[in-house]
């Protein structure tokens, strides 16, 4: 019998659903995941760069520190 795939191909099942784009919300490409493209890669990659992904910090006055001492 012979085997119906060329040679170098092979079939490879996901693990898991594909999940959309976290920036655009088309579906995800395995090479740029969890992006579709490049460009949205990108996009994510200049909003941590310019802080717009920051951890808000409240800010303790140091009263209670103080009084420790």
């Not at 085997?3 to 920036?23: N, Q, Y």
């Not at 395995?30 to 800010?59: M, Q, T």
Request: hydrophobic residues 30%; charged residues 30%; aromatic residues 8%.
């Amino acid at each position: 019998m012979a085997d119906s795939k060329t040679p170098g191909e092979t079939k490879v099942t996901g693990l898991r659903a594909p999940k959309p784009c976290v920036m655009c919300g088309k579906p995800s490409d395995r090479k740029f995941h969890p992006f579709c493209s490049k460009h949205c890669a990108d996009l994510d990659l200049g909003k941590w760069l310019n802080g717009s992904y920051a951890i808000p910090v409240v800010e303790e006055d140091g009263a209670e520190f103080d009084e420790e001492n």
